[in-house]
């Protein structure tokens, strides 16, 4: 199972990004997700989608700006960011899996690598 974001890279503040990544290796029908880390902090959670993608979550410092959305005949999940900010500068990384607890990186069994974001004031 291999989960390939990609698409991330040098904006302006105000400007906009979208993030891919796509499965492959098994289908996915629960939740799929992002989180991001900056250097010297932790991983923090970003966003979830239901397998339905109707059911989304957010963390409070990206909404209204941020917009996560799913492709499952492409296996795929997409994380649209507006608005963009330099506190948004960090390596973003998909997940896949979750069932409970979609906040907390330990709710996935699979990551894919990380995508850098960087935002310039």
């Known amino acids: 199972v291999q989960l390939q974001a990609s698409w991330g890279g040098l904006v302006q503040a105000g400007g906009s990004l979208r993030l891919s990544c796509e499965a492959s290796?098994?289908?996915?029908?629960?939740?799929m997700g992002w989180f991001r880390r900056a250097p010297g902090k932790e991983r923090d959670f970003v966003a979830a989608?239901?397998?339905?993608?109707?059911?989304?979550y957010y963390a409070d410092s990206v909404k209204g700006r941020f917009t996560i959305s799913r492709d499952n005949a492409k296996n795929a999940v997409y994380l649209r960011m507006n608005n963009l900010k330099p506190e948004d500068t960090a390596a973003y990384y998909c997940?896949?899996?979750?069932?409970?607890?979609?906040?907390?990186?330990?709710?996935?069994?699979?990551w894919g690598q990380g995508t850098q974001v960087t935002v310039s004031s």
């Open positions: 997940a896949a899996a979750a069932r409970v607890g979609v906040q907390s990186p330990y709710a996935y069994d699979y």
């Open positions: 290796g098994r289908t996915f029908s629960s939740y």
């Open positions: 989608v239901g397998g339905d993608g109707v059911r989304t």
